[in-house]
Protein backbone atom coordinates (compact mmCIF):
# COMPACT_ATOMS: atom_id res chain seq x y z
CA UNK A 1 0.00 0.00 0.00
CA UNK A 2 1.36 3.27 -0.75
CA UNK A 3 2.70 5.51 1.83
CA UNK A 4 -0.32 8.36 2.37
CA UNK A 5 0.47 11.65 0.99
CA UNK A 6 1.54 14.39 3.63
CA UNK A 7 -0.98 17.21 3.43
CA UNK A 8 1.11 20.21 2.60
CA UNK A 9 -0.51 24.16 2.84
CA UNK A 10 0.06 26.07 -0.43
CA UNK A 11 2.69 28.81 0.85
CA UNK A 12 1.55 32.30 2.40
CA UNK A 13 3.04 35.27 2.23
CA UNK A 14 1.14 36.98 4.99
CA UNK A 15 3.32 40.05 4.83
CA UNK A 16 3.03 40.91 1.10
CA UNK A 17 0.66 43.66 2.13
CA UNK A 18 3.25 45.52 4.18
CA UNK A 19 6.83 46.28 4.56
CA UNK A 20 8.74 46.91 7.91
CA UNK A 21 10.28 50.39 7.34
CA UNK A 22 13.30 52.18 9.15
CA UNK A 23 12.94 55.43 8.14
CA UNK A 24 10.67 58.13 5.87
CA UNK A 25 11.98 60.94 5.18
CA UNK A 26 11.99 64.22 2.15
CA UNK A 27 15.47 65.07 0.80
CA UNK A 28 18.28 65.87 -2.05
CA UNK A 29 18.78 62.41 -4.59
CA UNK A 30 22.12 62.46 -3.55
CA UNK A 31 23.15 59.55 -5.77
CA UNK A 32 23.24 58.12 -9.66
CA UNK A 33 21.99 60.45 -12.70
CA UNK A 34 19.06 61.59 -10.51
CA UNK A 35 21.55 63.10 -7.78
CA UNK A 36 20.28 67.00 -7.17
CA UNK A 37 16.48 66.36 -7.43
CA UNK A 38 14.24 66.21 -4.82
CA UNK A 39 13.27 62.44 -3.43
CA UNK A 40 11.45 61.19 -0.93
CA UNK A 41 13.53 58.05 0.34
CA UNK A 42 11.58 55.13 2.27
CA UNK A 43 14.20 53.09 3.84
CA UNK A 44 13.31 49.14 4.49
CA UNK A 45 14.38 47.63 7.24
CA UNK A 46 16.82 44.30 7.00
CA UNK A 47 19.86 43.03 4.77
CA UNK A 48 21.29 39.69 4.19
CA UNK A 49 25.09 41.76 3.60
CA UNK A 50 27.77 43.41 5.44
CA UNK A 51 29.57 45.59 3.47
CA UNK A 52 32.71 46.66 5.20
CA UNK A 53 32.19 50.25 4.59
CA UNK A 54 28.17 49.99 4.65
CA UNK A 55 26.78 53.90 5.86
CA UNK A 56 23.11 52.47 7.11
CA UNK A 57 24.06 49.90 9.14
CA UNK A 58 21.44 51.69 11.39
CA UNK A 59 18.77 49.95 9.04
CA UNK A 60 19.74 46.27 9.59
CA UNK A 61 17.64 46.33 12.78
CA UNK A 62 14.32 47.66 14.17
CA UNK A 63 11.75 50.10 12.23
CA UNK A 64 8.02 49.56 12.09
CA UNK A 65 5.30 47.40 10.04
CA UNK A 66 3.69 49.75 7.95
CA UNK A 67 0.61 48.86 5.19
CA UNK A 68 1.37 49.38 1.74
CA UNK A 69 -1.44 52.05 1.81
CA UNK A 70 0.24 53.93 4.55
CA UNK A 71 3.53 54.24 3.25
CA UNK A 72 2.00 55.56 -0.28
CA UNK A 73 -0.07 58.00 1.73
CA UNK A 74 3.20 59.14 3.42
CA UNK A 75 4.89 59.64 -0.04
CA UNK A 76 1.97 61.38 -1.48
CA UNK A 77 1.72 64.20 1.50
CA UNK A 78 5.73 64.88 0.51
CA UNK A 79 4.51 66.36 -2.93
CA UNK A 80 8.48 65.29 -4.46
CA UNK A 81 6.98 63.63 -8.26
CA UNK A 82 10.33 60.93 -7.22
CA UNK A 83 10.78 58.48 -4.75
CA UNK A 84 13.49 56.03 -3.64
CA UNK A 85 13.12 52.49 -2.35
CA UNK A 86 16.23 52.01 -0.09
CA UNK A 87 17.43 49.81 2.66
CA UNK A 88 18.87 47.86 4.16
CA UNK A 89 18.07 45.68 1.16
CA UNK A 90 14.76 46.43 -0.17
CA UNK A 91 14.39 43.30 -2.31
CA UNK A 92 14.60 40.95 1.12
CA UNK A 93 11.13 41.92 1.90
CA UNK A 94 8.06 40.49 -0.56
CA UNK A 95 6.07 43.91 0.60
CA UNK A 96 8.32 45.76 -1.07
CA UNK A 97 7.03 44.57 -5.05
CA UNK A 98 3.48 46.07 -4.05
CA UNK A 99 5.14 48.69 -2.67
CA UNK A 100 6.29 49.60 -5.67
CA UNK A 101 3.41 48.77 -8.04
CA UNK A 102 1.28 51.00 -5.69
CA UNK A 103 3.87 54.08 -5.84
CA UNK A 104 3.78 53.85 -9.64
CA UNK A 105 0.10 53.61 -9.80
CA UNK A 106 0.10 56.42 -7.46
CA UNK A 107 1.81 58.29 -10.24
CA UNK A 108 4.87 58.69 -8.50
CA UNK A 109 8.46 58.03 -10.58
CA UNK A 110 9.90 54.95 -8.62
CA UNK A 111 14.08 54.43 -7.90
CA UNK A 112 15.25 51.44 -6.33
CA UNK A 113 18.53 51.22 -4.74
CA UNK A 114 19.28 47.69 -4.46
CA UNK A 115 22.70 45.22 -3.78
CA UNK A 116 23.67 43.46 -6.76
CA UNK A 117 23.13 39.84 -5.01
CA UNK A 118 19.22 39.55 -5.73
CA UNK A 119 18.20 38.80 -9.06
CA UNK A 120 15.79 41.51 -10.49
CA UNK A 121 13.80 39.98 -12.54
CA UNK A 122 10.75 40.40 -10.30
CA UNK A 123 10.88 44.30 -9.75
CA UNK A 124 8.31 46.06 -12.19
CA UNK A 125 9.74 47.46 -15.32
CA UNK A 126 9.46 51.04 -14.78
CA UNK A 127 10.98 51.12 -12.02
CA UNK A 128 14.25 52.95 -12.10
CA UNK A 129 16.70 50.39 -10.92
CA UNK A 130 20.15 51.13 -9.53
CA UNK A 131 21.84 48.19 -9.17
CA UNK A 132 25.66 48.06 -6.77
CA UNK A 133 27.57 45.07 -8.36
CA UNK A 134 29.66 44.71 -4.87
CA UNK A 135 33.94 45.10 -5.39
CA UNK A 136 36.16 42.81 -3.56
CA UNK A 137 36.83 45.92 -0.40
CA UNK A 138 33.38 45.04 0.66
CA UNK A 139 33.92 41.52 1.42
CA UNK A 140 30.84 40.87 -0.04
CA UNK A 141 31.74 40.83 -3.81
CA UNK A 142 31.36 36.60 -4.40
CA UNK A 143 27.45 37.64 -3.77
CA UNK A 144 27.44 39.53 -6.71
CA UNK A 145 24.40 38.11 -9.11
CA UNK A 146 25.99 38.56 -12.57
CA UNK A 147 22.40 37.81 -14.63
CA UNK A 148 21.59 41.06 -13.21
CA UNK A 149 23.62 42.56 -16.01
CA UNK A 150 21.30 41.11 -18.62
CA UNK A 151 18.27 42.34 -16.42
CA UNK A 152 18.68 45.60 -16.45
CA UNK A 153 16.70 48.04 -19.09
CA UNK A 154 17.76 51.78 -20.12
CA UNK A 155 16.15 53.37 -16.85
CA UNK A 156 18.66 51.34 -14.50
CA UNK A 157 21.90 52.02 -13.97
CA UNK A 158 24.70 50.13 -12.34
CA UNK A 159 26.34 51.16 -9.79
CA UNK A 160 30.15 50.12 -8.29
CA UNK A 161 31.34 51.69 -5.42
CA UNK A 162 35.15 51.77 -5.11
CA UNK A 163 37.75 52.04 -2.58
CA UNK A 164 40.77 50.78 -3.85
CA UNK A 165 43.08 50.52 -6.59
CA UNK A 166 42.17 46.68 -6.69
CA UNK A 167 38.51 47.78 -6.69
CA UNK A 168 39.17 49.91 -9.40
CA UNK A 169 40.87 47.20 -11.54
CA UNK A 170 38.17 45.11 -10.88
CA UNK A 171 35.80 47.31 -11.55
CA UNK A 172 37.49 47.94 -15.06
CA UNK A 173 37.76 44.51 -15.94
CA UNK A 174 33.95 43.91 -15.62
CA UNK A 175 32.95 46.80 -17.79
CA UNK A 176 35.43 45.86 -20.58
CA UNK A 177 34.63 41.93 -20.04
CA UNK A 178 31.37 42.53 -20.62
CA UNK A 179 31.12 45.07 -22.80
CA UNK A 180 29.16 47.54 -20.56
CA UNK A 181 29.66 50.92 -22.35
CA UNK A 182 27.47 49.36 -24.89
CA UNK A 183 24.36 48.17 -22.88
CA UNK A 184 21.33 50.58 -22.81
CA UNK A 185 21.85 51.48 -18.78
CA UNK A 186 24.82 53.31 -17.36
CA UNK A 187 27.26 52.36 -15.42
CA UNK A 188 28.38 54.56 -12.40
CA UNK A 189 31.62 54.49 -10.68
CA UNK A 190 31.79 56.32 -7.13
CA UNK A 191 34.15 56.13 -4.27
CA UNK A 192 33.82 54.46 -0.21
CA UNK A 193 33.43 57.36 1.21
CA UNK A 194 36.37 58.63 3.38
CA UNK A 195 38.33 55.83 1.78
CA UNK A 196 39.76 56.64 -2.16
CA UNK A 197 40.18 60.55 -2.96
CA UNK A 198 37.38 61.37 -5.34
CA UNK A 199 40.25 62.63 -7.07
CA UNK A 200 42.04 59.55 -7.38
CA UNK A 201 39.21 58.00 -9.08
CA UNK A 202 38.66 60.64 -11.32
CA UNK A 203 42.08 60.06 -13.06
CA UNK A 204 42.22 56.58 -12.83
CA UNK A 205 38.32 56.61 -15.32
CA UNK A 206 40.18 59.71 -17.30
CA UNK A 207 43.59 57.81 -17.66
CA UNK A 208 41.41 54.51 -18.97
CA UNK A 209 38.90 56.35 -20.85
CA UNK A 210 36.51 54.44 -19.14
CA UNK A 211 32.58 54.93 -20.65
CA UNK A 212 31.10 55.60 -17.06
CA UNK A 213 29.75 58.39 -14.78
CA UNK A 214 31.66 59.38 -11.74
CA UNK A 215 29.98 60.46 -8.97
CA UNK A 216 29.92 61.15 -5.44
CA UNK A 217 27.35 60.93 -2.59
CA UNK A 218 26.02 64.68 -2.91
CA UNK A 219 24.47 64.41 0.52
CA UNK A 220 27.54 63.66 2.75
CA UNK A 221 28.86 67.17 1.45
CA UNK A 222 25.78 69.21 2.11
CA UNK A 223 25.38 67.64 5.49
CA UNK A 224 27.14 65.93 8.11
CA UNK A 225 28.01 62.83 6.64
CA UNK A 226 26.96 60.96 9.96
CA UNK A 227 23.91 62.86 9.92
CA UNK A 228 20.80 60.57 9.44
CA UNK A 229 17.26 61.59 7.54
CA UNK A 230 18.88 63.49 4.90
C1 LIG B 1 23.01 51.67 2.07
S1 LIG B 1 22.86 50.88 0.51
C2 LIG B 1 21.15 50.34 0.48
C3 LIG B 1 20.77 49.63 -0.77
C4 LIG B 1 21.44 48.27 -1.02
N1 LIG B 1 21.60 47.51 0.16
C5 LIG B 1 22.76 48.45 -1.73
O1 LIG B 1 23.80 48.14 -1.16
O2 LIG B 1 22.72 48.94 -2.86
C6 LIG B 1 22.79 52.27 -0.63
C7 LIG B 1 24.05 52.61 -1.35
O3 LIG B 1 24.95 53.23 -0.45
C8 LIG B 1 26.25 52.80 -0.79
N2 LIG B 1 27.13 53.01 0.36
C9 LIG B 1 26.99 52.50 1.59
N3 LIG B 1 28.00 52.90 2.39
C10 LIG B 1 28.80 53.68 1.63
C11 LIG B 1 30.02 54.37 1.88
N4 LIG B 1 30.60 54.34 3.07
N5 LIG B 1 30.55 55.08 0.85
C12 LIG B 1 29.97 55.10 -0.37
N6 LIG B 1 28.82 54.46 -0.67
C13 LIG B 1 28.25 53.76 0.32
C14 LIG B 1 26.05 51.34 -1.11
O4 LIG B 1 27.16 50.81 -1.81
C15 LIG B 1 24.79 51.41 -1.94
O5 LIG B 1 25.11 51.68 -3.30
N1 LIG C 1 20.32 62.07 -0.03
C1 LIG C 1 20.50 60.75 -0.13
N2 LIG C 1 20.57 60.17 -1.35
C2 LIG C 1 20.68 58.82 -1.40
N3 LIG C 1 20.70 58.04 -2.49
C3 LIG C 1 20.79 56.75 -2.11
C4 LIG C 1 20.79 56.69 -0.72
C5 LIG C 1 20.74 55.41 0.04
O1 LIG C 1 21.07 55.37 1.20
O2 LIG C 1 20.36 54.41 -0.59
C6 LIG C 1 20.74 58.01 -0.26
C7 LIG C 1 20.73 58.64 1.02
O3 LIG C 1 20.86 58.03 2.09
N4 LIG C 1 20.58 60.00 1.01
S1 LIG D 1 24.12 45.64 0.81
FE1 LIG D 1 23.70 47.83 1.14
S2 LIG D 1 22.68 47.96 3.15
FE2 LIG D 1 23.55 45.90 2.98
S3 LIG D 1 25.51 46.05 4.01
FE3 LIG D 1 25.89 46.45 1.83
S4 LIG D 1 25.73 48.69 1.58
FE4 LIG D 1 24.83 48.15 3.56
MG1 LIG E 1 22.65 56.43 2.04
Known amino acids: MPAARPHIEPRRVPTADSVVVKELYLSLQGESSHAGMLCGFIRLTGCHLRCTYCDSEFAFHGGSRMKVSEVVEKALAWNSPTVEVTGGEPLLQPGVYPLMEALL????????????????????????????????????????????????????????????RV?????????????????????????????????????????????????????????????RGV
Open 167 to 227: DYEWARALVQEHQLGKKPYGVLFSTIFDKLHPRQLAEWIIEDRLPVRFQLQMHKYLWDPNE
Open 105 to 164: DAGLKVLLETSGAIDVRLVPPAVHKIVDMKTPSSGECDRNDYRNLTSMNANDELKIVIGS
